[in-house]
């Protein structure tokens, strides 16, 4: 037995994380998917995805995605559903950036539901927004290899400099301080009411995503033991 599945947990259900860009979502769904062997579920991988095998729903999203606009919400939900129907999400998924929406959070319960899931297990990545700034403001990008920089935490040797290849640091649009609060007030219009809906269910717990990624791992596994005890669907 290798020491990944010796440490495998279950899941058995949806697991949905909830935060702002920058709160760290992305590496902790990773890490949850690929310690319960579960897949992990972006919708613009699903997208990407579906594009690629040249699926009906591929063929309707492709050009949307590729002007750049946002995918109507019945797309979504129908890429979700039947991505939700392949054998590999027969034992749980971790969501990462879905759902957006109060809407698709209402249709996702209804398609898990059909599936023969039950409620999810859903957890808001807090954190302040000073630190957001500085971990989203303060990330500069290699024109060359696009390794990635933080002037505040992970700096370069020289400033403005790639340590691995002498290219030229550049800032990202969505990076610059202005973008990046307006990013962040955008998400708190939007999602901040799936927080509310999903506490009233009681299935939200909160992790403190200020710590560092070894601790938020530690705080997720426990927030999963502690489901399963309490509702013993893991
Ligand atoms: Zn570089």
Redesign the pocket.
């Known amino acids: 037995m290798s020491a990944v599945s010796a440490v495998r947990m279950a899941l058995n259900r949806a697991l949905i994380f909830l935060g702002p860009p920058g709160a760290g979502k992305g590496t902790q769904s990773r890490r949850i998917a690929e310690r319960c062997g579960v897949p992990h579920l972006s919708t613009g991988d699903m997208f990407r995805d579906a594009i690629t095998r040249g699926t009906d729903l591929g063929r309707m999203v492709e050009p949307i995605m590729k002007r750049g606009e946002l995918v109507p919400d019945d797309l979504v939900m129908k890429m979700v559903e039947q991505r939700l129907s392949q054998p590999d999400s027969a034992n749980g998924f971790v969501f990462d950036g879905f759902p957006r929406t109060l809407a698709q959070a209402e249709q996702l319960d209804r398609i898990l539901a059909r599936k023969g899931f039950g409620k999810p297990l859903v957890v808001d990545f807090t954190v302040g927004e000073d630190l957001l700034l500085r971990r989203l403001s303060g990330r500069w990008t290699?024109?060359?290899?696009?390794?990635i920089y933080n002037i505040y935490d992970a700096p370069p040797k020289n400033a403005g400099i790639?340590?691995?290849?002498?290219?030229k640091l550049i800032q990202r649009p969505d990076d610059r301080p202005e973008v990046v609060k307006e990013r962040l007030a955008a998400y708190e219009r939007q999602t901040k009411p799936l927080a509310d809906y999903y506490r009233r269910q009681g299935v939200l717990d909160t992790v403190n995503a200020a710590a560092s990624v070894e601790e938020v791992g530690r705080a997720l596994r426990e927030i999963l033991k502690r489901a399963e005890g309490r509702d013993g669907h893991l």
């Open positions: 290699c024109s060359v290899r696009g390794e790639c340590d691995a290849d002498g290219g």
